[in-house]
């Protein structure tokens, strides 16, 4: 039995969209399903099962998948799925946690779902504050624009809120 922590990354592919995933065959190896496909293809069922009970779609993190192997002479399919980061997860997580690999992949997948939640925070911060300063700009311009106008300034604010009103298709009407 291999003691050392398995190489999750090692088994990483790329399709040609530039999406990570893993293919079941190779990780059953990892998780210590090295002779037991059909076992293994029972966990992978219950993960898509806990997917579904949590609204994840299926499609999207399981593909199944045909591949062909060579076997002396002769070549014959085999079913195989391309997995995802939160695919694999859950197939970990559908193991015994007590068996070392088992327990490396939740370790593994969680830290690697968690630092890319991280991280899509991160840049879905980096947009909105983009967005806030570009806006803020936007209004300055606008505000000197309407003042060489002629809009006054104790005005500022009714001629911004109809600019807004009418960007979101609001009439108003001004009583004088």
Known sequence: MNLS???FDSLKRENDQGQVYWSARELSEQLGYRTNWRGFEQVIKKA???CATDNIPIIENFFEAKITIRQGRATREISDYFLSKRACRYIAMQGNSHIPEIAAAL???NYAIESHEIHELRHQTEQRIFLREKVAEENVHLSQTAMQSGVKGENMGLFMDAGYNGLCGIRIEFCA
């Open 5 to 7: 922590a398995p190489d």
């Open 48 to 50: 898509m099962a806990a």
């Open 107 to 109: 370790s593994y997948f």
